[in-house]
């Protein structure tokens, strides 16, 4: 079957340019999670959503990020007006609910220049 | 701006010798844990889980210790492998399918 899937694997943004990252969970995981992850450290928590309900957005840095997975399968991460800051591997997983592991996609790499 | 990079902890060990990742958690209250490998490029990678109401549990190779006393996982690899180069990283479930938090993580580099 076929695991967690995000696009694209590498993108490359102007500072100032918006972005979309997609996440595209294993089909019937009810909880779905987005992860930052800068070079050389491990992954940091952004949000979260249980089908399409969002429950915690407390990792989220700014509000120049949103998140939304509004049928509660595919999510969307958006990065407004992205800054060199924001250049990090952008990680999503997806679990079936409960205390189960979480699977993990092959991340987003964002370079902003 | 100024960037500041991490240095992850080292783990080098020869090739069948045992390996030991420590990881200390942050709260008390956490339920469930997991260990991951993450290879360059790649994402994290499952490798076992333990619940709070467990001391240890045996995988493939792999063993998980958790110390709920001061707040300890361990990782213990059998006979390391080439493969399993690779940076682990546990994690701790605070709430019941809720966010995962990850500790910083240890670099294992395997020599042939």
């Known amino acids: 079957g076929a695991g967690v899937s995000q696009s694209p694997r590498y993108k490359v943004a102007k500072r100032g340019q918006d972005v979309a990252l997609r996440c595209d969970p294993i089909?019937?995981?009810?909880?779905l999670f987005w992860y930052q992850q800068a070079l050389g450290q491990g992954p940091e928590f952004l949000t979260y959503?249980?089908?399409?309900?969002?429950?915690?957005k407390s990792g989220l840095p700014s509000d120049r990020f949103f998140a939304e997975r509004p049928e509660g399968s595919v999510s969307t991460l958006k990065i407004q007006r992205t800054q060199q800051e924001d250049s990090a591997v952008y990680l999503c997983?997806?679990?079936?609910?409960?205390?189960?592991?979480?699977?993990f996609g092959q991340g987003t790499r964002l370079t902003v220049v | 701006g100024e960037s500041v990079g991490l240095h992850l902890p080292t783990l080098s060990v020869q090739e069948g010798d045992n390996s030991i990742i420590n990881c200390a958690y942050s709260?008390?209250?956490?339920?469930?844990f997991i260990w991951y490998k993450q290879e360059s490029g790649k994402g994290p990678q499952f490798i076992i889980d333990?619940?709070?109401?467990?001391d240890k549990r045996q995988g493939q190779r792999v063993t998980v210790l958790l110390n709920k006393t001061v707040k300890h996982l361990s990782l213990q690899i059998a006979a390391t492998q080439p493969g399993d180069s690779a940076v682990y990283f546990c994690?701790?479930?605070?709430?019941?399918?809720?966010?995962?938090?990850f500790g910083q993580g240890t670099e294992l580099s395997v020599k042939p």
């Open positions: 959503f249980q089908n399409e309900a969002q429950l915690d």
């Open positions: 089909s019937g995981h009810v909880s």
């Open positions: 333990i619940r709070s109401n467990m």
């Open positions: 709260n008390s209250a956490s339920d469930y």
């Open positions: 997983a997806s679990r079936p609910g409960g205390n189960t592991e979480a699977f």
């Open positions: 994690a701790e479930n605070l709430h019941q399918g809720g966010k995962l938090i």
